[in-house]
């Protein structure tokens, strides 16, 4: 499988681990020249900006640690142009979700959601 077909099934994952716990997918893959968001949904009083990031295991870093300061600081730009475009009182979120896929697509899988990963 190319990566570009992991990170698809990684993202089709995550938003299928949030619909499950009563979130709302907004928008995915929202992008603009400052960069992307993977996943954009609603829950309660949140608009949640997701980050989702998949890896065969946590051997070498927890792929949460991959979401480096400037790639939380081009989410946080995005996000903010994201919210020019569409009104919302909602209170904006930023979260990760990691998904562990040692077999890739095919194999058994662990999602772990992070809410409020970063300010």
Sequence with gaps: MENRDLGRFGEE????WLRLRGYRIVET???????EIDLIARRGRYIVFVEVKLRKSADF?????????????????????WLSQHESELQ????????????????RVTVNHIENAFE
């Design 29 to 35: 893959n929202f992008s603009c020249r400052s960069g």
């Design 61 to 81: 870093a927890a792929a949460r640690e991959f979401v480096t300061p400037a790639k939380q600081q081009r989410i946080r730009t995005t996000a903010a142009i």
């Design 92 to 107: 904006p979120r930023f979260d990760v979700i990691e998904i562990y896929a040692p077999q890739g697509a095919d194999g």
């Design 13 to 16: 994952r995550a938003a299928r």
